[in-house]
């Protein structure tokens, strides 16, 4: 398809369109479901610019934002001659917006700018889509991304927009060349790369790891990835061609059928170390072997790779503490995460001695030890005299292999790392080989301290670590059933306190989310959207909370005296109109769910006298809403979609109604429920029994009928007819129904989960059924390393937002005595010193993280900006851009007066902000 220039008369535009709006948007969406559903590592993604996107969205109907930015409108007929509305047709698709200025070339070479962000400034779409796309509208230039896998515990995937660029310098000359590779490509397809470009001898050329500058490795292990090999983007990397046998730097490479073997011309000096064990001579200065981690030699030298500066036990003593960490491309908030690690005592003291013993090689659910040994590798680094920075690659490598989301070069958050790298340093440290099974036990009335010691007993004798010992501590949990009263008491770990802060840009919902096909138990979520925000907003928060499947949409609706006051289906109605108080409920429908009847079920039960008589039934309970097949025709087929929605209500398994009548997933509600299907932060106990697929099947010996007392209803409400089984259901857009319940239904089904569910929603071992129950957290028992994470973000897939807000911390003597429950024989007051914090600095997308860190035998504070290091004044601690704040126990006798409180702390807002006292 050819798109009209200026000088196409408007009326020959219908003749060159040959799509309408409707159907490019259902042929987008297929392409999009099938990639989707289809995804393997090397599947192409193209770059589209966000706002051609946008635009392209508003033209099919999809979006419905403002479409003043468009440049021109079209209008058209459909296929059937019905002239359709006016639209604004986006011109061709334009990337050189996202791509640097100057850069030419091939297509595929072309570099993005750096500081983009994803769903800003471009969106990602599989390579089908992008050529039906161009096949539409014209455009470029191409800019493919390729879908790689990443993670050794759980495979993901992800789009690498940014590869690695690496800058390749001739050692002949000094000529440079640019090469743009994936990550994930061997060492092998490097040297292809060069030798292709260069038009060099595959067996003549060497290329060495040239890292600022140094010679740190020949790449020798064509099966390694480049990102094994700890390469970096925009690094050097130097290529060394043999000349009559001889190599420049006195190194010689044999070939092999795997590929290359380093021979040593002259003695090397390089040595390895591993978790305080010995210097070991070695001609490759990197890398490791199984039988070095066992040997277990005490203070011996350590080799620091990077920058091949010479370590010692012995580090901390002078000089130590003060040396920055390179950033490596948006890596400040490793940095910053980092710098306030190893400035933590106990962590200090820890990886200074010999920890090899320690390391758990067999724990699957850590990184065989590699982790631990990268993070102790670059603390002593970073204990060393000297201040040269140190660039933290091979630690970044294995953080990436444990928690593939820290890969690549995007900004990530300081906080969501440290949870990451104290979890893996914990599983990598964890001196328990062999976890034992061990089954709760509820209270039952026993003493708190008697339930707590036991609690902590059973977690240690799974979780004992370095970690466990000086960061975790325990909360107390207190449930309370309304009905019975019954009180559940658990105490469970915590790494850290999260601590929200006021917001005049946000705002919370709770909204309960039904399932229309009956795959789960009602579920409510609380959600952060703007309060600015639309519907748009709250219903892909929901989505993403809810783990919504591809094939599912959500429907918001407003409930008011029982019934369905209004659906909230216009994607930019604005969600200021929706006040606290109001009862706001989403239902989980099929994608396509506008092409199918819908039915709604309002439920009334018996007040006084029989059910037929006028005024003897009062609604109650929240509506539910399926869809129905196509062929819906009679109040057989009613029942039964009935039947299945109620499904996950039943109180016993073993009663399932007969005669139950399937429907496809696809074109209404399933009776078939999901036992696989639950959201990630749902209890394991919020289903009834876990009901699984094979037992809904018809059970012919329960003898229950699957009759409900249903009534058509008219659009006002006022019930019309009675639904028999033979009755004629006229389809209709939108079928309402009363569902009347009789005493036999409500002991059959647990109308419970129909009432308005709070935020927490709990099982009672006691009633042995679900309860609303309240819940309350106490802080039993706190750990010697306090981190506190001062919640200034707010954001998920859809939505980001950052507080500036000033919190008033106190440097020492914040007293928690108060606020703890545990009581010890011989108490101990909680009292602790700040000594680090992680700060984020400017919004989102374009913010930098730093670090404050007090050197403890000093007493001096230092400010940790990547590779800058500088003392900073007491004073300049408290700042609006503190995000996680590392508090020390300290003993009574230690505390100096720092002219600060000692009064016990709490957290209150303040005409300044917020305010620890």
């Known amino acids: 398809m050819t798109i009209p220039d200026s000088g196409c008369m408007m009326e020959d535009v219908e003749s060159c369109l040959p799509c309408t709006p409707e159907e490019e948007r259902s042929i987008i969406r297929e392409l999009t479901e099938s990639a989707e559903s289809n995804l393997r590592e090397g599947n192409l993604y193209y770059v589209l610019p966000n706002k051609w996107w946008r635009d392209w969205q508003n033209y099919i109907g999809q979006d419905g934002n403002d479409q003043s930015t468009v440049e021109y409108s079209t209008s058209y007929k459909h296929s059937n001659g019905t002239h359709l509305k006016k639209r604004r047709r986006p011109g061709q698709i334009d990337n ?69 660029c690496l800058q390749l310098i001739d ?39 040239y890292f600022n500058k140094k010679k740190h490795a020949v790449l020798t292990d064509f099966n390694q990835t480049l990102e094994e090999a700890q390469i970096q983007m925009d690094q050097d990397i130097l290529l060394e061609v043999e000349v009559d046998g001889f190599w420049p730097s006195g190194f010689g490479l044999d070939s092999t059928g795997n590929g290359l073997a380093l021979v040593p011309m002259e003695p090397s000096r390089s040595s390895i170390t591993i978790a305080g064990g ?119 490598g294995k953080l990436a292999r444990f928690a593939p989301q820290f890969s690549g070069y995007n900004q990530h958050d300081s906080q969501e790392l440290l949870a990451f790298l104290l979890d893996g340093l914990h599983e990598d440290l964890n001196r328990v080989k062999d976890k034992p099974y061990i089954e709760s036990k509820d209270a039952n009335g026993r ?62 919902m ?45 429907l918001l609706a407003e409930v008011y005296n029982h019934k369905i006051y209004r659906y909230l289906e216009n994607p930019v109605e604005a969600l200021s109109g929706i006040k606290d108080d109001e009862h706001i409920v989403a239902y989980i429908l099929p994608k396509r769910h506008e092409k199918f009847p819908r039915l709604c079920i309002l439920h009334r039960k018996e007040s006084t006298g029989d059910l037929q008589i006028s005024g003897s039934v009062k609604p109650f309970g929240t509506p539910l809403v399926t869809c129905l097949a196509e062929d819906i025709q009679t109040g057989a087929d009613i029942q039964a979609a009935v039947t299945a929605v109620l499904a996950p209500l039943l109180r016993r398994k073993d009663i ?58 008219e659009s006002k409400g006022y019930s019309s007819s009675r639904i028999e089984n033979d009755s004629h259901i006229r389809p209709e857009a939108i079928i309402q129904v009363f569902l009347d319940w009789s005493d036999r239904e409500l002991g059959v089904y647990d109308v419970s989960f129909l009432q308005d569910l709070p935020e927490v929603f709990k099982y009672c071992p006691t009633c042995k059924e679900h309860r609303q129950a309240t819940k309350k957290l106490d802080l039993w028992r706190l750990p010697d390393i306090l981190v506190v994470h001062l919640k200034r973000f707010s954001y998920s897939r859809f939505l980001k937002n950052k507080l500036d ?26 009292m602790y010193e700040l000594y680090a914090v992680s700060n984020h600095y400017g919004g989102l997308g374009g913010g930098h993280y730093s670090a404050y860190a007090k050197l403890i035998k000093e007493n001096r504070w230092y400010h940790f900006d990547d590779s800058l290091v500088s003392p900073v004044t007491e004073d300049a601690i408290r700042t609006s851009a503190a995000y996680v704040l590392f508090y020390r126990r300290i003993k009574v006798s230690t505390v100096r007066d720092a002219g600060e409180t000692s009064r016990p702390d709490s957290l209150r807002s303040s005409k300044k902000g917020m305010e620890v006292l």
Not at 98 to 121: A, N, P
Not at 127 to 152: A, D, F, H, N
Not at 474 to 497: A, I, N
Not at 706 to 712: A, G, Q, R, V
């Open 96 to 164: 050189s917006s996202l791509v640097l200025s100057g850069v030419g070339g091939d297509s595929k070479e072309l570099d993005l700018i750096r500081t983009l962000e994803e769903g800003h400034d471009y969106v990602l779409v599989p390579q089908e889509v992008w050529k039906k796309l161009i096949e539409w509208y014209k455009g470029g230039p191409p800019l493919p991304r390729k879908l790689i896998s990443q993670g050794i515990h759980s495979k993901s995937f992800s789009i690498e927009v940014y590869p690695l």
């Open 171 to 209: 050692a002949r000359d000094s000529t440079q060349s640019i090469i743009r590779i994936s990550k994930r490509a061997s060492i092998r397809e490097l040297y292809d790369r060069v030798c292709e470009l260069l038009r060099l001898e595959q067996g003549k050329i060497r290329i060495w790891d």
């Open 278 to 396: 010995p210097a070991l001579s070695n001609g490759h200065s990197s890398g490791y072997g199984p039988d070095l981690m066992q040997r277990g030699f005490l203070n011996s030298p350590l080799r620091n790779t990077e920058d091949d500066g010479i370590l010692s036990t012995s580090a901390k003593v002078e000089g130590g503490g003060l040396t920055g960490l390179q950033n490596l491309g948006n890596t400040c908030f490793m940095n910053s995460a980092i710098q306030c690690l190893v400035h933590t005592p106990p962590l200090v003291d820890y990886f200074l001695q010999d920890y090899s013993e320690e390391i758990n090689r067999f724990n699957p659910l850590g990184l065989r030890g590699e982790l631990a040994v990268a993070f102790g590798e670059l603390l002593r680094k970073l204990w060393s005299p000297g201040r040269t920075p140190i660039a933290p690659r091979q630690f970044k």
């Open 447 to 508: 003493p708190d301290n008697e339930v707590a010691d036991e609690c902590w007993r059973n977690h240690k004798a799974r979780n004992d670590s370095i970690i466990v010992d000086v960061c975790q501590g325990q909360y107390k949990s207190t449930l309370v059933c309304p009905v019975c009263s019954k009180v559940s008491v658990t105490f469970d770990p915590f790494m850290y306190l999260s601590l929200p802060l006021p917001s005049t840009a946000t705002r919370t």
């Open 510 to 554: 709770t909204v309960t989310i039904f399932y229309g096909n009956g795959s789960a138990l009602p579920m409510p979520y609380t959600v952060t959207v703007l309060k600015h925000g639309c519907i748009k907003d709250l219903t892909q928060a929901l989505g993403t909370e809810c783990c919504l499947k591809i094939d599912e949409s959500i």
């Open 656 to 713: 399932i109604p007969k005669n139950q009548v399937k429907i496809s997933k696809e074109n209404g509600c399933s009776l078939c429920v999901d036992a696989d299907r639950q959201p990630e932060n749902c209890d394991p106990c919020s289903r009834p029994n876990d009901i699984p697929m094979a037992d809904l099947e018809v059970d012919h010996q329960s003898g229950v009928e699957p009759f409900f007392h249903l009534w058509l209803t």
């Open 805 to 830: 807000t000033f919190v008033n911390f106190p440097l020492s003597n914040l007293d928690l005595s108060k606020y703890v429950m545990r009581k010890d024989a011989t108490p101990q007051p909680y």
